[in-house]
């Protein structure tokens, strides 16, 4: 069965400071799909970024940044010169069966930026 | 980009009673929803996906006669509670994806509270 573990369950950061979030994942599908998520405390998802398995180029969207390596199973989120509007709750998901299927969250990483 | 509604974004109820929650995609037809449940500080479990037309399968430990979903039509999903129980109190969020994609588009969640 698929699962998603983030082990980090709060990090806290003085803005200004580069944060990493962790994601490992396991599946025996081979081709699913890998996103993030960010929920801010009114309770909406907001969309990050969807990656297919087979595409495992790095990619970067202003301050953030994603590593995704099949080979440890892993898709880090890194975002670099942090900000207080950055603070929520961080969520990594797979989706199997190409993508069709619901998605598996994991348990979600508590950022904190400080001022 | 698609937007998908819900209603109502919090209501609250008498143990006992039943509560319908709606979830709408407004400029797609939606082949596929999703329902996801989100306890307090806690991750969002898929509860059952439904397919236009068709009964929805429920994942593992959802009880389908409690979680009543019905898919009618291409823009409209409901998930109904019944019999509510204070342990029904959670964050209900839908996703939608349409024909031939495997992008999912997320509600912006139902806050449901039994006293």
């Known amino acids: 069965a698929q699962k998603v573990t983030q082990a980090q369950t709060e990090i806290s950061v003085v803005e200004k400071e580069d944060v990493t979030l962790d994601c490992v994942y396991e599946?025996?599908?081979?081709?699913?799909?890998l996103f993030w998520y960010k929920q801010p405390p009114s309770g909406e998802l907001v969309f990050l970024i969807r990656r297919n398995s087979f595409d495992e180029q790095n990619e970067i969207s202003g301050r953030y940044s994603w590593n995704f390596q099949k080979s440890t199973s892993s898709f880090n989120f890194t975002i670099t010169a942090s900000q207080v509007v950055d603070s929520a709750v961080y969520f990594c998901?797979?989706?199997?069966?190409?993508?069709?299927?619901?998605?598996?969250f994991g348990k979600g990483t508590h950022l904190i930026i400080q001022p | 980009g698609a937007v998908v509604s819900q209603h109502p974004s919090r209501v609250i109820c008498k143990s006992g009673t039943s509560v319908k929650i709606e979830c709408r995609s407004l400029?797609?037809?939606?082949?596929?929803m999703f329902w996801y449940r989100q306890f307090p500080k806690q991750s969002l479990m898929l509860m059952a996906t439904s397919n236009e037309g068709s009964k929805a399968t429920y994942e593992q430990g959802v009880e389908k006669d409690k979680f009543l979903i019905n898919h009618a039509s291409l823009t409209l999903s409901t998930l109904t509670v019944t019999s509510a129980h204070p342990e029904d109190s959670s964050f209900y969020i839908c996703?939608?994806?349409?024909?031939?994609?495997?992008?999912?588009?997320f509600g912006p969640g139902t806050r449901l509270t039994v006293t």
């Open positions: 400029d797609f037809q939606a082949t596929t």
């Open positions: 996703s939608a994806r349409g024909r031939n994609s495997y992008e999912q588009y």
């Open positions: 599946t025996r599908d081979t081709t699913y799909y």
């Open positions: 998901a797979l989706s199997e069966e190409g993508g069709a299927d619901g998605l598996t």
